[in-house]
């Protein structure tokens, strides 16, 4: 849709500024990049909650959780897949 706008050239200035867009960009690109952070936001937003709810520095580390699976793990019987895999040869 073309029209004729009338946009006050510090906020218009100021726009590209925060979007980091260059200076030459169109007013079309400003309001696809802000639509877009926009986007993002919502969706991150969205995610709230859904991961570690604990402090940050409670938070598990790989080698517990690794430590932890291989001791579920260790008495379990194998795949002969997952004994070639611990043994470093692949089944074929």
Known sequence: ???????????????????????????????QHLVTNERRRRAFKELEGMGWDGPHHSRPTFETLASEFRALTANRDHAPSEMLMREGREER
Do not use: C, H, Y
Request: proline share 3%.
């Open 1 to 31: 849709m073309r029209m004729s706008l009338n946009i006050d050239d510090d906020l218009l200035n100021e726009a590209k500024e925060i979007t980091g867009l260059p200076i030459t960009a169109t007013v079309e690109e400003i309001l």
